[in-house]
């Protein structure tokens, strides 16, 4: 199971939730179009504070760092993420409901590739607290494959150990962000739901011959 941490907090200036929320959104969707541009390192806060359409001071009343920036953004990745697998069918214990569930999560990849591809390059330049609490919403993506697998053994429908399922798991979410990193290539030959299809049998085919 995996141990949730809490979530970091970014200091402001500002008292006002919804300000502070609005801002930041404008900042954290400025700065996913300047980091796939040219990297965390190479963007400045002026240049993050322009792109959200505000001075550089009023960027510094809503943070601290530019790394806070950066914890902005993954951190608003994943709640993103989490928000749209929270109807997974984790409780259906079927091979269907196992499928639908890839299906959902490569579709989300897809629509969130450009927000993928900047997190995973980017999250090594976050402080350690902050790259923890990352890495963990990261598992937490995990252990939702891992329910899905658990239902299906508990329904009779497959035969998988702990260590199998842990395995497989993490096979899933990692082939589904190989979209991401990859889908320059692979849309040279394959749409998404040719992707889906394929990486979906692979699945299958390893685990219902046990």
């Known amino acids: 199971m995996v141990k949730r941490l809490n979530k970091r907090q970014v200091e402001s200036s500002v008292k006002d939730e919804s300000l502070i929320e609005k801002r930041r959104n404008e900042m954290i969707h400025g700065a996913i179009k300047l980091f796939k541009q040219k990297g965390f390192h190479r963007t400045t806060t002026r240049e993050i504070a322009k792109e959200a359409g505000f001075s550089i001071g009023t960027l510094y009343e809503y943070i601290r760092t530019k790394e806070d920036v950066l914890y902005l953004v993954c951190d608003d990745i994943y709640r993103e993420v989490s928000l749209r697998l929270a109807n997974l069918p984790t409780e259906a214990g079927t091979i269907e409901g196992l499928k639908a569930s890839i299906r959902q999560y490569f579709?989300?990849?897809?629509?969130?590739?450009?927000?993928?591809?900047?997190?995973?390059?980017?999250?090594?330049?976050?402080?350690?607290?902050?790259?923890?609490?990352?890495?963990?919403?990261?598992?937490?993506?995990?252990?939702?494959?891992?329910?899905?697998?658990?239902?299906?053994?508990?329904?009779?429908?497959?035969?998988?150990?702990?260590?199998?399922?842990?395995?497989?798991?993490?096979?899933?979410?990692?082939?589904?962000?190989?979209?991401?990193?990859?889908?320059?290539?692979?849309?040279?030959?394959?749409?998404?739901?040719?992707?889906?299809?394929?990486?979906?049998?692979?699945?299958?085919?390893?685990?219902?011959?046990?």
């Open 107 to 210: 579709l989300l990849i897809d629509s969130m590739s450009d927000e993928i591809l900047v997190m995973y390059q980017e999250s090594k330049s976050l402080p350690k607290d902050a790259l923890r609490y990352v890495l963990t919403k990261e598992l937490e993506m995990v252990g939702l494959f891992e329910n899905l697998l658990v239902g299906c053994v508990q329904s009779g429908e497959l035969s998988l150990s702990e260590k199998e399922i842990n395995l497989i798991s993490n096979d899933i979410v990692v082939q589904g962000q190989t979209w991401a990193f990859r889908r320059w290539a692979f849309r040279k030959n394959y749409t998404i739901d040719d992707y889906i299809d394929m990486q979906t049998t692979f699945f299958l085919n390893g685990i219902l011959k046990k």
